[in-house]
């Protein structure tokens, strides 16, 4: 026919710094190995400090609650708990029963509602067997 087909290859750029790859596979995401292991690495430190944060505000919200536990305080309005520096967002564990919703704070449950924390108790009977691999029976 006569007509030429002229064939553009839209050039990829590296994750990490931006510049456009030239030359490799034509799904080549990195220029080089360092932008990779920089781009791998600064997503891996994003991880840790998320994970950091979550364990500081757990570790945070079982003080308040472990006090209250301690101090024989199963209701408290959840204003004033926030204003202790409590987060009501994290908890290690949700289920419904009944018709309400019972959270835990790793051996710590309690009903939350809009503006109270009711029932705060400690849970009884928790075993934890932490040598993995090893039968609870031996």
Do not use: W
Not at 35 to 41: D, F, L, P, S
Not at 122 to 135: A, E, P, T
């Amino acid at each position: 026919m006569g007509y030429d087909k002229k064939i553009v290859r839209i050039l990829p750029r590296c994750l990490h710094c931006g510049v456009q790859i030239r030359y490799g596979r034509t799904d080549k995401r990195y220029c080089c190995d360092e932008c990779r292991n920089r781009h791998n690495n600064a997503q891996a430190k994003a991880g840790r400090a998320y994970r950091r944060k979550i364990m500081s505000l757990l570790s945070s919200n079982y003080d308040l609650l472990n006090e209250l536990v301690k101090s024989g305080i199963d209701s408290v309005d959840l204003i004033d708990l926030v204003t202790m520096g409590f987060s009501p967002s994290v908890m290690t564990s949700f289920h419904r029963v009944g018709k309400h919703d019972e959270f835990c704070c790793f051996d710590i449950k309690y009903i939350m509602t809009r503006t109270r924390l009711y029932a705060i108790s400690k849970i009884q009977n928790v075993s934890l067997n932490l040598q993995i691999g090893m039968n609870p029976e031996d």
